[in-house]
T-cell receptor
């Protein structure tokens, strides 16, 4: 079974600084998808960024980028120029590409942004 | 507006009283899923469905039932709720494969 590990329950960053949230996963598959979701206090789940395992190029979305290391099974999220609105829970998620497309989430990292 | 709608948003009930949480999406998505979120455990998948009449167990299916008779609806049924099912529940939908899931606003269930 696939597992997703987020080893940092909480992190903090100064406004305008850069922070990296870690995520590792375990799978025997070669093709899959990875996602980062943000959950602000409103408890909505919002997609931040996604990565297809077959793509070597790291995904970027404005101030958000990932460092995808397939061999190491690592998928970290970098947030540049942190803003107060970035304060939230961040969840890493793995999704099978074929078959039944089961989804596995990590336990989350709570990010605090300090003014 | 593209959305996933869950009802109710909040519910307090008692042990053993059957309840259903409804979920409906208007995006013609094949894939639908239910999760529960508990502090320190993240989101755990309860059941998911690849299409009408196709469902499968996630990581924590015990005590729950689902059905997928129509593409847009995916209700979650608790036949005999127990206090350990007190949680925040999310329904989500997506196209299959690499598309991200769209989540409902969540249902806070408290079972006394």
């Amino acid at each position: 079974a696939q597992t997703v590990t987020q080893s940092q329950p909480e992190m903090s960053v100064q406004e305008a600084e850069t922070v990296t949230l870690s995520c590792t996963y375990d799978t025997s598959e070669s093709d899959y998808y990875l996602f980062w979701y943000k959950q602000p206090p409103s408890r909505q789940m919002i997609l931040v960024i996604r990565q297809e395992a077959y793509k070597q190029q790291n995904a970027t979305e404005n101030r958000f980028s990932v460092n995808f290391q397939k061999a190491a099974k690592s998928f970290s999220l970098k947030i540049s120029d942190s803003q107060l609105g970035d304060a939230a829970m961040y969840f890493c998620a793995y999704r099978d590409s074929g078959g039944y497309q089961k989804v596995t989430f990590g336990t989350g990292t709570k990010l605090q942004v300090i003014p | 507006e593209a959305q996933v709608t869950q009802n109710p948003r909040y519910l307090i009930t008692v042990t053993g009283k059957k309840l259903t949480v409804t979920c409906s999406q208007n995006m013609n998505h094949e894939y639908m899923s239910w999760y529960r979120q508990d502090p320190g455990l993240g989101l755990r998948q309860i059941y998911y469905s690849m299409n009408v009449e196709v469902t499968d167990k996630g990581d924590v299916p015990e005590g729950y039932k689902v059905s997928r008779k129509e593409k847009r609806n995916f209700p979650l049924i608790l036949e005999s709720p127990s206090p350990n099912q007190t949680s925040l529940y999310f329904c989500a939908s997506s196209q299959v494969s690499n598309q991200p899931q769209h989540f409902g606003d969540g249902t806070r269930l408290s079972i006394l």
